[in-house]
């Protein structure tokens, strides 16, 4: 029988996670791997798997980005994300759905999080991705600090794009 109470743990090195019926969520401050993820979600019954990955990019508007430092409320972030997770599942008949964000300093270029799901065909796979990304940048207790460096200091925002943030200084 499964534990449907999230595993959490103390240590950098360990992703705090949640794993049930084909529904995987973590954080982590690890590297994220992508092969680990589109494993969660794979099924000899799944026709497609979709797997997006979202990167910290140099810039945000006219600013150069140094980096990204996520910062999350992990009790809750969890259980969220796997909210989520279970409806986006249900709703577009999933085979799996797997979603993992990276806390801590992302570097430019490397991923900050990344959602698998799986499916008998294509179109519920492109579908429940997309919105399983936009119900995660909306509802999860994740925030960021997008570093701009220099004298520019950095802007503290809600893991959502375009929203607005709370400058600090250095």
Do not use: C
Request: cysteine-free; aromatic content about 6%; hydrophobic content about 40%.
């Amino acid at each position: 029988m499964s534990d449907s109470s999230p595993k959490s743990t103390q240590s950098s090195n360990t992703p705090t996670e949640f794993e049930e019926d084909g529904v995987f969520v973590a954080l982590t401050h690890d590297t994220l791997d992508a092969a680990s993820i589109m494993n969660k979600v794979r099924s000899p019954k799944a026709g497609a798997i979709v797997l997006f990955a979202g990167t910290t990019r140099d810039n945000f508007g006219d600013k150069p980005v140094v980096h990204l430092a996520y910062e999350a409320y992990a009790p809750l972030a969890i259980k969220t994300m796997a909210k989520i997770a279970r409806q986006i599942k249900d709703k577009h008949g999933l085979n799996g759905v797997a979603m993992i964000h990276r806390l801590g300093v992302v570097p430019i270029a490397e991923e900050s999080i990344l959602i698998a799901v799986s499916s008998p065909h294509r179109q519920a796979a492109w579908r429940a991705g997309e919105e399983a990304l936009e119900l995660t940048k909306e509802k999860v207790e994740v925030w960021k600090l997008e570093e701009f460096g220099g004298e520019e200091g950095g802007v503290w925002r809600a893991n959502r794009d375009g929203q607005a943030g709370v400058k600090i200084s250095n």
